[in-house]
């Protein structure tokens, strides 16, 4: 396991002495998302010069969208859910066996690179007899300066908070031009279809991660589509979830098509207290743009549902999208309406377009002769127009009709000339992340604020304390 490693902080001694420390290795496995594939390269690149023999596998989704240039530096890349395949893969090289025909992997050859089909993919009970997700069971974390050293409980509170963060289900019904899982789906159909352990297994699981660090007090989980599992699977979990785990959770990748009365009053009871739902535009002309079969008025009407239980809540993350060029002024000030007419409390991840590689976004752009930056480039790095600003003010403040008119009135797509407010984006977005920050206080929530604070919260009590005779909590009454 790697912490931290992006470009900022590690370098080429950092690479050096990370490759010395598996130069007798016989197989070294990387697994990376796509941002840090620079990264990753430049680290095989030295594993190569410390350990020629070693066999280099690349996993993670970096090597399913763009295998082909995964395996320009790896020996064998994996090009779909790898549990399976890898175990065969593993099976083959310590028996041996020729590794060319090893399914679910592209194997790079003298001969040309073998592209083998990916298996099928995982049912639920492939996912049940899965072994439970390593937890500081014997891992190693590499430090600048320090080398490898043993996972501590410490190095957990940094990186993670109080929280434990875990996918309970695999698969995705949308299709947008922007995201990897496209390239899942281009592989296996099947992949729309949303898969997961049972109820049972995922419970298991958690039990288990609170028992080695009793300091866990948020569950995330990070699926795709979480809303998207039937209501008799959401019953099932959240009756044992509330009576066996009993901590806060929560849910991202919601869609708003899958947003539902019974399924919200479920979760909530359970123990659900925050939810990260994708929004991306207002304007239905974009939301097109991207194939999100979602239109403005279920948006519109899923914010509704959740706004209901806003006093048992942290508020609703919603994801949207700044910086698109193909915006029209309509567009772009459609996002403004839509934002401004949404019940509050809630807040925004707002990030600027950039571009995942072989997706169809990345083929629509090239074809218009447009570039964006990829997704290794910051996409937390607004265009500082008096229309972006607008976005996080309206998400913070409900504005009068005729303050809000005025803004909309000055707003433009980024693209098109207009000045430019960087300061004025820097003092919005310092109060913004504030506002967010004294959010997640109210309900001792130490997801976004790591390290040592919440630990010292949970050590002397405060936070159970809080969250028993402060924090509101859902019983399954009517809002």
């Known amino acids: ?134 937890y500081q069971d014997g891992e190693k974390i590499y430090k600048s300066g320090h080398g490898f050293l043993s996972a501590t409980p410490k190095d957990y509170v940094t990186w993670a908070g109080l929280s434990y963060n875990t996918v309970w289900s695999i698969g995705c019904p949308m299709r947008c031009t922007y995201c990897g899982n496209t390239k899942f789906i281009d592989y296996d159909q099947n992949y729309k279809k949303v898969r997961h352990a049972s109820p049972r297994t995922i419970i298991n699981e958690i039990k288990n991660a609170v028992a080695k660090h009793p300091h866990i007090s948020t569950i995330a989980f990070h699926d795709d589509s979480f809303m998207a599992l039937p209501l008799p699977v959401i019953q099932e979990f959240s009756e044992s979830y509330a009576s066996e785990v009993g901590l806060p959770f929560v849910v991202f990748g919601v869609i708003p098509n899958y947003i539902r009365e019974e399924k919200m009053r479920l979760l909530l009871k359970a123990g659900m207290n925050r939810i990260r739902m994708g929004i991306q535009s207002g304007s239905q002309a974009v939301l097109d743009f991207y194939d999100r079969p979602t239109p403005v008025a279920r948006i519109r009407e ?62 629509t752009l090239r074809e218009r002769g447009i570039d964006v930056g990829d997704i290794s480039t910051n996409y937390m790095k607004h265009v500082p127009t008096l229309g972006n600003i607008a976005v996080y003010v309206i998400s913070l403040f409900n504005l009068p009709d005729w303050l809000f008119n005025k803004l909309r009135q000055r707003t433009f797509p980024t693209h098109q000339e207009q000045p430019h407010y960087p300061r004025l984006m820097l003092f919005v977005k310092f109060f913004f992340l504030l506002h967010r920050l004294m959010d997640h206080l109210r309900f001792m929530d130490f997801t976004v604020l790591t390290g040592a604070p919440g630990y010292i919260a949970w050590r002397i009590g405060l936070i159970r304390v809080w969250r028993r005779h402060f924090q509101p909590r859902f019983k399954g009454e009517s809002p």
């Open 1 to 134: 396991m790697l912490l931290g490693s992006t470009e900022k902080n590690l370098d080429t001694e950092d690479f050096k002495h990370i490759a010395s420390e598996v130069r007798e290795s016989e197989i070294v496995g990387f697994s990376s998302m796509t941002q840090y594939a620079d990264v990753t390269a430049a680290i095989i690149a030295e594993v190569r010069k410390a350990n020629p023999r070693a066999l280099i596998v690349w996993g993670g989704i970096h090597p399913i969208i763009a295998p082909e240039e995964a395996i320009l530096h790896a020996d064998a890349v994996c090009t779909g859910e790898g549990e399976f395949a890898f175990e065969m893969l593993i099976n083959a090289f310590m028996e041996g066996r020729s590794l060319v025909h090893v399914p679910g992997f592209w194997i790079r050859t003298e001969a040309g690179i073998s592209k083998n089909a990916n298996l099928p993919l995982q049912t639920q009970e492939d996912m049940d007899r899965l072994p439970p997700p390593t």
């Open 302 to 363: 899923a914010c509704k549902i959740i706004n209901k239980y806003a006093d048992y809540m942290i508020p609703p993350a919603f994801d949207i999208i700044l910086d698109n060029p193909i915006e029209t002024v309509e567009d772009t000030r459609a996002t403004l309406d839509l934002l401004h007419e949404m019940p509050k409390p809630y807040t925004l991840n707002i990030y600027s377009l950039r571009v995942m590689p072989n997706t169809k976004l990345a083929d």
